[in-house]
DNA sequence: TCTTAGCTGTTAATTTTTTCACAGCGTGAA
DNA sequence: TTCACGCTGTGAAAAAATTAACAGCTAAGA
């Protein structure tokens, strides 16, 4: 079962378009509609799911409430996961009242800022301490994974407490790729960069289109 | 010039750390240097920065105010480009509130929201106007990009005005795969599916550990 | 001036990812 | 029961991305 990253992420995209359609009562799909909805081949969403182990019907495709169940347990989604959020700045506090009110199985169980104003209080329901207290509470809660969203300059400081404490995934949202042990996961989002991108494709495409 | 997303993403983020280096008086970089801060390889650098035509100098590596330059012009950041976000929610709040102060290159000049307490005044500076005056107000502005944080359910249709309204460009937070013409670039990003792949990567790293 | 160390630019090899293509199967119809 | 359609699962081919390898160059030192 080696799964790459790309594969990983179409596997949850699924995972999110079948619990759409579950919703909607739809009860089978082959692979050429789940590739419409989540944007690739079909090709791409049977070799995927071959890491499932769930295997579809010729003439039904997929069940859906089957194959949810399979990558349920392929994601191993048996309890919640215990996630802090350090840096409750706007993106941060917009991050947690994203996650709090989902049933997602992801609980942000604290946050943290250097920002007085913002600890010694809730955001949303999620208690902020002051980031000096962060390696004693996180001692206590033990978190499996942390987002951070502080600014670039703080991050490879906080990446490194966050590790010492046992976290082994981390979620970065500033743009500094941090510096972490091996057996760390580390997953960037750059909104600045994705933001280059779309900048850059859409000008080609749109050249593409005048010239041709 | 055919530079693949992949590329582009580092360039983008070569851009960024050289900003830094720039202003912190540093003057020239090797590829392996910037790789180290890029985290990625010395002879991906070197295989990126072809397509920007610059070439470094074999005893002092790449001059970084130059090599920024080739970027910027790369970029083609003549002027600001000009985008509106649709979605005035936390997330989107927090765009606006993260791309205002920076003088960046993406000017957000509108918001765009279904709830009537959202409208009618200015986030963080930029207007917020009501969805239905929409199509009308892309008409004046002709923005070049658009950043959608509106829910999965209405990202589709809100995705189709702004194409009719001439985006060339989008940056899509809703976790939705987009269906709109060719010749319009889609970027996602998706927190949810983000954090997925943490927790499954984190937990996979983590059981190598315990077992090797 | 000549030598040398160590870099860049670029081609070639390798690895990874995607796509193709089709055997095999389950179902509904005859 | 038998047939045929149209799907899945998967090995093999193709394409894309990464890495290795090295010729060629530049500047510093002898």
Redesign the pocket.
């Known amino acids: 079962m080696?799964a790459?990253?790309?594969?990983i992420e179409?596997l949850s995209h699924y995972r999110m378009v079948l619990s759409r359609l579950s919703g909607q009562g739809v009860q089978n799909?082959?692979?050429?509609?789940?590739a419409a909805l989540a944007d690739?081949?079909?090709?791409?969403?049977?070799?995927?799911?071959?890491v499932t182990g769930?295997?579809?019907?010729?003439?039904?495709?997929?069940n859906i409430s089957e194959l949810k169940k399979s990558l349920d347990v392929f994601f191993d989604f048996k309890g919640n996961l215990v996630a802090v959020i350090v840096g409750a700045g706007s993106l941060g506090r917009a991050l947690i009242a994203y996650f709090m009110p989902k049933k997602t199985m992801y609980d942000i169980v604290a946050a943290f800022d250097s920002d007085m104003n913002k600890t010694g209080r809730l955001i949303n329901g999620t208690p902020c301490f002051h980031i000096n207290e962060m390696v004693e509470k996180l001692h206590d809660l033990k978190p499996d994974i942390a987002l951070v969203t502080v600014p670039a300059e703080s991050a490879q400081e906080v990446a490194l407490k966050l590790v010492k404490s046992g976290v082994s995934g981390i979620l970065n949202f500033a743009p500094v790729r941090l510096k972490v042990p091996e057996k760390v996961y580390v997953e960037n989002i750059d909104v600045t960069m994705s933001l280059e991108k779309v900048a850059f494709f859409s000008r080609q495409y749109r050249e593409e289109k005048n010239n041709g």
């Open positions: 080696n790459s990253r790309k594969t179409r799909i082959y692979s050429r509609e789940l690739c081949t079909p090709a791409q969403v049977r070799r995927d799911l071959m769930y295997e579809g019907n010729p003439k039904h495709g997929y």
